[in-house]
C-alpha cells in the first residue's frame, strides 16, 4: 500500500496545468551494513493525476493498493536545491499498481 501524501502542479510548455500526487510507501525495515543495526525507511513517488487541485487535496491521507519501486531509466541530471550540486541519476522511483 501506499499513501497520498501530497500533490504539486507544473505548467507545461503548452501552458497547461499539470498535477502529480506526491506517494509514500509504509515502512520498509533495511540492515546497516556498517553496523548491521535495523532501520526504517520509505519510498516516494511522484504521479502525475488527470485530476484538478480541488481534488488532490481532498485525496491526501487515502492509501492505494500497490508500492513503489525502483526503476532504471536513461540517464537524467538533477539539482539538490539546497547545495546547487548537480548529479545524474539512471534510476526512478515508479509507483506500480496491485493487479
Known sequence: MVTITGYSTRISASGKNHVF???ESELIPKSSKTSGRTYFITKKAK???A???ELAQQLIG???PGNITK???EPFEVTDYNTGESKMLHHR???VAAS
Open 93 to 95: 522511483n515508479m509507483y
Open 21 to 23: 500526487l506526491h506517494l
Open 51 to 53: 485530476i484538478d487541485e
Open 47 to 49: 504521479v502525475l493525476a
Open 62 to 64: 487515502h492509501t492505494l
Open 71 to 73: 526503476q532504471e531509466v
